[in-house]
């Protein structure tokens, strides 16, 4: 990669370094139930949150259900995960965009579907910023590097020496183009000049698979994705991609520890409404999700799960949203991924 690509790629990933840093540090003190306006009767029937990812057990469905889960202990009312699987997102984030905006409807989405997808698709059915109204902003969870425990690699040095040593011999898999998997080996090889074969799976169970068995040598996988192969010995753990370390793995260092603060990546999650809600709603489901954020057992269940809590009033979404959609437009483009 030329100079110019990698001083532009160092300069993406600082700010995205930063960006995650200053959501999960910021100091402003969330609104609590009792400073919300009133929004009537709201809820008097169950409240439906959009998952745009299909059910059985992926981090997006997990942690979704986790949130609803605590969300129905607080509003005295169901609430039911309706899972929209679909082109990386877009088939749900287009329901929630379109879904009546009365609070009955919330999507629950992401950085890949809100934030990379814009840079992915020419024609996006939906405008993350115009289509959605933010309401707080949930948590995020890093990526983590993995390698196949036969390799002679235990430290992120030892890793981007075999790099150099041997120019496209290590195969990192991925869920796709533009995936936090693949977008998070893409800025190692820039920041470092390694050369690597990128290998997208459908699924990130059948590249963890191909992991074990040795077919290619490493992911950049969500922590969600590998943690029990790491804690079982099946693989060998070699950063975790944030500037803190995880509850789940918290013997594994992180890239900022290990002297590659530009090396942070994860996926981080938010709720929506559609445009045009009644600003008191807003408010009211923000006070919800920023009681359930702060609350010690909840939490404690979300960072079993690999997520970092945050939380925050509906603008500090706005604002970090509209930063992240910048910053991984930058990945994307020096990545080359595209999807038409």
Same mark, same amino acid.
């Given at each position: 990669?030329?100079?110019?690509?990698?001083?532009? &790629?160092?300069?993406?990933?600082?700010? &995205?370094?930063?960006?995650?840093?200053?959501?999960?540090?910021?100091?402003?003190?969330?609104?609590?139930?009792?400073?919300?306006?009133?929004?009537?009767?709201?809820?008097? !029937?169950?409240?439906?949150?959009? *998952?745009?990812?299909?059910?059985?057990? /992926?981090?997006?469905?997990?942690?979704?259900?986790?949130?609803?889960?605590?969300?129905?202990? !607080?509003?005295?009312?169901?609430?039911?995960?309706?899972?929209?699987?679909?082109?990386?997102?877009?088939?749900?984030?287009?329901?929630? $965009?379109?879904?009546?905006?009365?609070?009955?409807?919330?999507?629950?989405?992401?950085?890949?579907?809100?934030?990379?997808?814009?840079?992915?698709?020419?024609?996006?059915?939906?405008?993350?910023?115009?289509?959605?109204?933010?309401?707080?902003?949930?948590?995020?969870?890093?990526?983590?590097?993995?390698?196949?425990?036969?390799?002679?690699?235990?430290?992120?040095?030892?890793?981007?020496?075999?790099?150099?040593?041997?120019?496209?011999?290590?195969?990192?898999?991925?869920?796709?183009?533009?995936?936090?998997?693949?977008?998070?080996?893409?800025?190692?090889?820039?920041?470092?000049?390694?050369?690597?074969?990128?290998?997208?799976?459908?699924?990130?169970?059948?590249? *963890?698979?191909?992991?074990?068995? /040795? !077919?290619?040598?490493?992911?950049?996988?969500?922590?969600?994705?590998?943690?029990?192969?790491? !804690? $079982?010995?099946? *693989?060998?753990?070699?950063?975790?991609?944030?500037?803190?370390?995880?509850?789940?793995?918290?013997?594994?260092?992180?890239?900022?520890?290990?002297?590659?603060?530009?090396?942070?990546?994860?996926?981080?999650? /938010?709720?929506?409404?559609?445009?045009? *809600?009644?600003?008191?709603?807003?408010?009211?489901?923000?006070?919800?999700?920023?009681?359930?954020?702060?609350?010690?057992?909840?939490?404690?269940?979300?960072?079993?799960?690999?997520?970092?809590?945050?939380?925050?009033?509906?603008?500090?979404?706005?604002?970090?949203?509209?930063?992240?959609?910048?910053?991984?437009?930058?990945?994307?483009?020096?990545?080359?991924?595209?999807?038409?």
């Amino acid at each position: 990669m030329i100079p110019t690509r990698r001083r532009a &790629l160092l300069s993406a990933a600082s700010g &995205l370094t930063l960006g995650l840093a200053s959501a999960a540090r910021a100091q402003t003190a969330p609104p609590t139930p009792a400073e919300a306006p009133s929004s009537g009767a709201w809820p008097n !029937r169950p409240v439906r949150i959009i *998952v745009p990812a299909p059910g059985g057990g /992926g981090t997006a469905d997990t942690l979704a259900r986790v949130f609803s889960q605590e969300m129905e202990k !607080r509003v005295g009312q169901r609430v039911l995960v309706d899972n929209r699987g679909g082109a990386n997102g877009n088939i749900g984030a287009l329901a929630g $965009a379109r879904a009546t905006p009365d609070g009955y409807t919330i999507l629950w989405s992401w950085a890949g579907t809100l934030a990379t997808g814009p840079a992915l698709y020419k024609d996006l059915p939906f405008d993350p910023e115009k289509d959605f109204e933010p309401v707080a902003l949930i948590g995020n969870v890093p990526n983590v590097l993995v390698v196949n425990k036969d390799l002679p690699i235990h430290s992120l040095q030892e890793f981007g020496d075999y790099a150099r040593a041997h120019p496209n011999g290590i195969n990192f898999g991925s869920t796709g183009n533009g995936s936090s998997m693949h977008l998070a080996g893409e800025l190692y090889k820039s920041l470092t000049g390694a050369q690597m074969v990128h290998v997208p799976y459908a699924a990130p169970a059948a590249g *963890v698979t191909d992991l074990l068995a /040795g !077919r290619i040598q490493a992911m950049f996988n969500l922590i969600t994705g590998v943690a029990p192969q790491v !804690r $079982a010995g099946a *693989v060998t753990p070699i950063a975790i991609l944030d500037d803190r370390r995880s509850p789940q793995l918290p013997d594994v260092p992180t890239t900022a520890e290990l002297g590659m603060p530009g090396l942070v990546f994860g996926t981080w999650f /938010g709720l929506f409404l559609p445009k045009g *809600v009644d600003p008191a709603l807003l408010r009211r489901i923000n006070a919800v999700a920023n009681e359930i954020l702060a609350d010690p057992a909840a939490r404690t269940r979300f960072e079993e799960q690999g997520m970092t809590p945050l939380g925050g009033d509906p603008a500090r979404l706005a604002n970090f949203l509209h930063e992240e959609i910048g910053r991984h437009a930058a990945l994307v483009r020096q990545s080359g991924a595209r999807n038409e």
